[in-house]
């Protein structure tokens, strides 16, 4: 059984002792994991990184459609990073995933949204924590399942700025043992993996290409009466145009066009 109370610990951090909490059973249990759950991603390795785009933000590269620049593709500067799961605000670290279906995934795209979605390639070995866990499978009444589970959890938008304070002190904590990053669950893609990367100077943006979101899936289970079945969307994927691709690439050149025309006029 878990010996660790998260909610308790986060508590203390979100309206205690911000910095220094008395409650310190989740640091230990980060100590006592940190060794068997420590691993490498060899130089090389491939990650990825999405962001929603406007038709405005678009390229043309060698003819062909391209999404954000390296440096919208990469973290922002520190000037104006806001506060993400692990880290505070104005402290800038690189959030991807292992593969382009999770990437896209966490972007939460609508129908007809357009993603930049940027191919990046580690450059030095990155040494991670990983704390990606099976649903399936994993005892979930662990402390090492308590702690996975609340580093990913889902948080509400106008909750996010006081509820990711306990993420990031224990990110920061990750981070001061000398781990390069996090590896944890993706609930948007079916058990994904995420990686939050500290030093963003071992990875390199290699190129960037956009992807429209042609479908929305989702599945409710409807808790007063568990034995009803699911509530499923049924929406297929939308038509489209054999030349739509070749519409949007004209639409961006026109745009760029029309930004040309107007900085020289």
Do not use: C
């Amino acid at each position: 059984m878990a010996t660790v109370d998260w909610l308790e610990f986060a508590d203390e951090i979100k309206f205690g002792n911000r910095f220094f909490p008395q409650n310190s059973k989740v640091l230990r249990v980060i100590d006592e994991i940190f060794d068997k759950h420590f691993g490498t991603l060899g130089t090389g390795t491939k990650l990825y990184r999405a962001r929603l785009i406007e038709l405005s933000d678009m390229n043309i590269q060698d003819e062909v459609l391209s999404g954000f620049s390296e440096k919208g593709s990469m973290s922002p500067d520190t000037q104006i990073a806001t506060a993400q799961r692990a880290s505070p605000e104005k402290i800038s670290y690189l959030y991807v995933a292992q593969d382009e279906y999770t990437a896209l995934s966490e972007t939460r795209p609508g129908i007809f949204s357009f993603i930049s979605l940027a191919e990046l390639e580690s450059v030095d070995e990155l040494r991670i924590l990983d704390i990606w866990f099976d649903i399936n499978v994993t005892d979930m009444s662990s402390d090492f399942s308590q702690l996975a589970t609340s580093f990913s959890a889902v948080i509400a938008e106008k909750e996010k700025e006081i509820d990711y304070l306990p993420i990031q002190y224990v990110a920061e904590y990750i981070k001061n043992k000398g781990a390069d990053g996090i590896r944890y669950i993706s609930y948007q893609s079916q058990g994904g993996k995420n990686i939050v990367i500290f030093r963003k100077e071992k990875v390199e943006f290699l190129q960037s290409k956009i992807l429209y979101n042609q479908n929305v899936a989702y599945s409710f289970l409807d808790l007063t009466n568990p034995e009803r079945k699911p509530l499923v969307n049924s929406f297929e994927n939308s038509s489209l145009p054999k030349d739509f691709a070749g519409r949007i690439k004209n639409t961006v050149i026109a745009i760029q066009e029309k930004k040309t025309k107007s900085k020289g006029g």
